[in-house]
Structure formats: C-alpha cells, structure tokens
C-alpha cells in the first residue's frame, strides 16, 4: 500500500468514527433524548431486567394479573439440561390480547379517526389508508367469520397472502379470538405451502386470487389449491379457504363502474387473466362471506395467557426440513412494541 492510499485509508478510519448529531428539533421530542439516556436504559436491563420489562410492560393494557404479580420475577428461563427442560417464560399468568392493545386501546383512547395503517400497491398510485376505528370494525367482522366457520381458541389458521390490508385483518382477527395464525410466503410452491399446512396442522386456508410482482402475475389461488391437493393425499384436508379478491378488483381510486384503463397492462390492478376455480362447500369469498347480515361489528377478544401460543413462523427449509418456531402472547407483544418504538422513534 502507497503512502497516499495509506493516508487515505485513515482518513477513511476517521470518517467512520464520526459522529452525526441529530437535528435538536427532534432530539427534544425523542423517545430516547441522547447517548446517556439509552447507555442508562441499557444498564437497567443488563443489571435488573424484572424492573427494566416491568416499568416497558406498564405501557400495555393487561386484563388481570395473578395475586403477587408485582413482587413475582415476570421473566423465568432455565438453559441448563441438568435441571430440567430448556424454557424461557414471560409474565406467567398474565392475561392479555395483543388484538386489543393494537386497535382498541386506541379507539379507546380518541384516536379511532388516526390513520393505523398505509397501504400501496404494485402500481405506487393504487393506494390506501385505514383508521384504527375502520381496521377495528374489519378485524371484529372477519374475526366473526372465521368463528362462524368453526375456528376456536387454539385452533391454526394458515395465511398464503401478499402484503394487502386483508392480511392485517386476518392476523389480527386470528389473535382477537385466540387462533395461531401461520403465514406463510407469498412467492413458496404448492409444496412448501402444503408442508407448513400439514406440519401446524391447519384446517382453514386464507388466500388471495393473485398477486403483482413487478410485471409478473401470481395465481395464488391456483397455488394453493394445489397444495391442498397435496394436503388431502397426506389427511390433513383444509375444511374452508376464504379467499380475497385483490387483482381482479379495481384499483383504489379507479371508476369502478366505467372500468378500468390499466385492466390490460401488466402489474396493473384489475388483471383479466387470474382465472380462480372455487370448490363448492370449501372456498369461499372474503368479500362474500364479510357482508353476510348475521356478521356482526363486534367480536369481544379472548383475553389470553401471556405464555399462550399466538403465532408460527417456519424457517425456510433450505437447509433441511422447515421448522416451526412458535411465538406467544406476551413476550412478542412487548418487545416487539418496544423494539419499534425506539428504532423508528414512533409516536
């Protein structure tokens, strides 16, 4: 190495050491206000991690709390096999529902009319919003409907969906009445689909008709109705897919009545070629199935364990079988909360 690229080379050191103060604007109204106060917050939950997660749980709404609670550790975990199985539990006994603290606390708290979720399409003009009062409503109704079709408490529900409003409501829906929900990819086979299906062993199937990717149209549903082929040979049969329509409606802000001029392009909502083959006594329409009259606004949420199983996640099984990595309640719900709070700064 040259001199000159040496000197370099430390100029380039120095330039990665520095550090870039935010604007004093935003540091005021920070959640975390400077260096000091996060090495403070990290200290505490190195050096008493009960009283750090404790003061971070306040912040949520629990339903009850064992007798002894507040003096009781909410963390308990054993990584050593010579004294039993490997656990990790948080808030034992703590009773909760993650559905609630994300919707009706807000629209509790006056903030239904705030804007709880953006949604934008494949084309950046087909865009959305939704109100925590609205989100609230859809979930309570689509929670309705996957009781009406015998979900429970406990029960899985797989979700082979892309990244439309519909797949917050189920996920949330699923968690408001105590259903694990399973997402799997939207881009996995009929074979990977059909593995996790079998695997959780779910009985009801949340799809879509299709799904953009660029220029590229997925049929979803004719996905899925191969994986549940598969899952029929293997007998764990999918007993009702609820299915919604997103490519074949019109885009949002588009003439509904007089059609639409991006019908025929590629990537454009709606797409004419997504042909969807339903099964009679099996698939039915989201849309359909939401507007039934004996569908009601209101769902009251299961109020949960802590430690209760709230959703499964598979690996990607590229190096082998996938496998299901089980969340429940309490844990994720704080810390992942807490983990955006501080990152994105969230108000």
Known sequence: MSSAQLEQHHLDLQQLQQVFEPPAAIQSRAHVTSIEAYRDMYRLSVSD?????RQIASEFYWHSKPDGAEEAPILDYNFDLSKGGIYVRWFKGWRT?????ALDRHVLAGRGD????????????????????????????????????????????????????????????CARIGAVHSIVFGGFSAGSLADRIINAKCHILITCDGNWRGTK???????????????I????????????????????????????????KPGFRPAKDCPVEMLAGRDVWWHE????????????????EAEDPLFMLYTSGSTGKPKGVLHTVGGYMVYSATTFKYSFDYH
């Open 49 to 53: 991690p009960n009283k750090f997660w």
């Open 97 to 101: 529902n993650i559905c609630y603290n």
């Open 114 to 173: 705030r804007v709880a979720f953006y949604w934008e399409g494949n084309d950046p003009e087909d865009r959305t919003s939704i109100t925590y009062a609205e989100l609230l409503r859809q979930v309570c109704r689509f929670a309705n409907v996957l009781k009406s079709n015998g979900v429970k408490k406990g029960d899985r529900v797989a979700i082979y969906m892309p990244m439309v409003l519909e797949l917050v409501v189920a996920m949330l829906a």
């Open 217 to 231: 149209l997925l049929s979803l549903k004719s996905i899925a109705d191969k994986a549940m082929s598969i899952c």
């Open 233 to 264: 040979e293997e007998g764990n049969p999918v007993v009702t897919c609820l299915v919604v329509s997103h490519v074949k409606r019109p885009r949002f802000g588009s003439d509904e009545a007089g059609g639409d001029s991006h019908s025929s």
């Open 289 to 304: 199935a939401m507007a039934k009259e004996d569908i009601s606004d209101d769902c009251q949420p299961e109020w949960l």
